[in-house]
């Protein structure tokens, strides 16, 4: 039990330097929120993290977040070491990064989010699945990759006079029809609200 506590000492002192956005005491309180998420998920992880399914409910109870799409990115953005579980250095730092990182913090993990295929870029590919599962709901009648494409090209028309389009189509500055890491920064560096451009994979403020 001593070095139990001297394990978890430890544990949170070096959560609080590497995940700086928050204090000792809230490090703690996010590491007894682990242990209680950990209960819930399936054995098959011997209490070293917990599931998708955990995660998702979380993100969902606590913040609202609901695109199946998102929660999934967001999942992996957390799931550094592709293990199919969040352990506790994984939580915190990922929270410190969601809940209270930097632009510069921000803009890198609403990437990544958004860069489905990991390969650095996000294609016109890429917007379309991220902007049909985030804003668009089908009737029932309809073909619903017909209806889907339909209604993200009217979309993309109807955003063709905005500073949206202008700024994400338009300063492909490769014109390679993709967006690379530079692109997406500019943008949002000039328009901060393009941000969460292709999908809610942040918390909103309250």
């Excluded at 953005?77 to 592709?82: A, I, L, S």
């Excluded at 006079?161 to 967006?179: A, E, N, P």
């Excluded at 890491?181 to 328009?191: G, H, M, N």
């Amino acid at each position: 039990a001593a070095m139990s506590r001297k394990g978890r000492k430890l544990l949170v002192d070096s959560l609080t330097r590497s995940a700086k956005h928050f204090s000792k005491s809230e490090v703690e309180c996010l590491v007894k929120l682990f242990d209680t998420l950990v209960a819930k998920a399936s054995s098959q992880y011997a209490g070293a993290g917990f599931d998708r399914t955990v995660f998702r409910d979380t993100l969902y109870s606590a913040f609202g977040m609901t695109d199946d799409v998102v929660l999934d990115r967001v999942f992996s953005t957390f799931d550094k070491e592709n293990r199919g579980c969040i352990t506790v250095v994984e939580w915190v730092e990922g929270l410190a990064v969601l809940l209270r990182g930097t632009l510069e913090e921000k803009m890198k993990y609403c990437f990544a989010v958004y860069d489905l295929n990991g390969d650095g870029y996000i294609s016109k590919e890429e917007m379309f699945q991220m902007l049909k599962d985030s804003l668009l709901i089908q009737p029932a009648d309809e073909e619903p990759d017909e209806g889907v494409k339909d209604l993200v090209e009217i979309a993309l028309k109807k955003m063709a006079s905005t500073y949206l389009y202008v700024t994400f189509l338009l300063q492909d500055y490769d014109h390679d029809g993709k967006l690379s890491f530079t692109d997406f920064e500019k943008a949002v560096r000039e328009e901060n609200l393009l941000l969460e451009a292709f999908g809610p994979c942040l918390p909103d403020i309250k």
